[in-house]
């Protein structure tokens, strides 16, 4: 069975930061193309960040500079490192697996809420 559970979310004022988790069970990160998507009230779910299985990153216009992913294959987790949070980027937060092979599907974590104050 694939688990993704998500942790560390919270409120911070704007400039703060902010470093997310998700932790896998199941599959293997390091496998597989991992990414961190976001949902605001009233908006659709978008793709933040994105780790592919060969370690490439990717990230849209809005946080490039600002946020990093990293992954510590030991624990098989993910981190998403928010820096400079601005008040736009207030959200629930979720990690997303994108796998092929044996379990091969999409998964998604629970969600994590982020709450940057102005």
């Known amino acids: 069975q694939v688990q993704l559970v998500e942790s560390g979310g919270g409120l911070v004022q704007a400039g703060g930061s902010l470093r997310l988790s998700c932790a896998a069970s199941?599959?293997?990160?390091?496998?597989?193309?991992m990414g961190w998507y976001r949902q605001a009230p009233g908006k659709q779910r978008d793709l933040v960040a994105l780790?592919?299985?060969?370690?490439?990153?990717n990230y849209v216009g809005s946080v490039k500079g600002r946020f990093s992913i990293t992954r510590d294959n030991t624990k098989n987790t993910d981190y998403l490192q928010m820096n400079s949070l601005e008040p736009e980027d207030t959200a629930v937060y979720y990690c997303?697996?994108?796998?092929?092979?044996?379990?091969?599907?999409?998964?998604w974590g629970q969600g994590t809420q982020v709450t940057v104050s102005s």
């Open positions: 780790m592919t299985k060969y370690n490439t990153t």
């Open positions: 997303n697996a994108l796998c092929t092979g044996l379990h091969a599907g999409e998964y």
């Open positions: 199941g599959i293997r990160f390091s496998s597989n193309n």
